[in-house]
């Protein structure tokens, strides 16, 4: 990402429940409304996730709060929205996606020359034992930093 991006939304909950495999910039169908909302950093990315579907890709699950201002104009703060992806893209993440564990989540969702851009990852889901061992090791790394000084 680049400077003149402004970053309105981050899922830190991704980074704890899987392993990230491999990174992509997508762009995404928004109403106006909901732009505004993601201005003013009222989204969030927490339990979403992203289901191709008829050679389409989709986002569910992200909530982006209604504008207070949008009166008629506001629409469902769940409601699926589609990712706007390439041919080749899509087949990458197609071909990805069916090799068992790995999913498509949504990392970040961000501003990039006007325009609102979603960080997409492929992962694949961590078990307890290996959240304990990542923890474990973290936490072995900031010992060695304290013992440092």
């Not at 491999?22 to 928004?30: A, M, P, R, S, Y």
């Not at 709060?65 to 009166?71: C, F, L, R, T, V």
């Given at each position: 990402?680049?400077?003149?991006?402004?970053?309105?939304?981050?899922?830190?909950?991704?980074?704890?429940?899987?392993?990230?495999?491999e990174?992509?910039?997508?762009?995404?169908?928004?109403?106006?409304?909901?732009?505004?909302?993601?201005?003013?950093?009222?989204?969030?990315?927490?339990?979403?996730?992203?289901?191709?579907?008829?050679?389409?890709?989709?986002?569910?699950?992200?909530?982006?709060?209604?504008?207070?201002?949008?009166?008629?104009?506001?629409?469902?703060?769940?409601?699926?929205?589609?990712?706007?992806?390439n041919?080749?893209?899509?087949?990458k993440?197609?071909?990805?996606?069916?090799?068992?564990?790995?999913?498509?989540?949504?990392?970040?969702?961000?501003?990039?020359?006007?325009?609102?851009?979603?960080?997409?990852?492929?992962?694949?889901?961590?078990?307890?034992?290996?959240?304990?061992?990542?923890?474990?090791?973290?936490?072995?790394?900031?010992?060695?930093?304290?013992?440092?000084?």
């Amino acid at each position: 990402m680049a400077q003149n991006n402004r970053i309105a939304a981050k899922n830190k909950k991704a980074y704890h429940d899987y392993f990230i495999e491999e990174k992509l910039e997508v762009g995404l169908v928004l109403v106006g409304t909901e732009v505004k909302s993601i201005r003013q950093g009222k989204v969030n990315l927490k339990d979403s996730y992203v289901n191709i579907k008829n050679g389409e890709a989709f986002v569910h699950n992200m909530h982006i709060s209604p504008y207070e201002k949008g009166n008629i104009y506001n629409v469902d703060p769940l409601r699926v929205r589609k990712l706007l992806l390439n041919k080749r893209e899509l087949r990458k993440l197609i071909g990805l996606t069916t090799l068992k564990g790995y999913s498509l989540i949504p990392l970040s969702l961000y501003f990039k020359n006007g325009l609102v851009k979603m960080e997409l990852s492929v992962a694949k889901g961590k078990k307890n034992y290996d959240k304990r061992q990542v923890l474990a090791k973290k936490d072995a790394e900031r010992r060695m930093q304290r013992q440092d000084y």
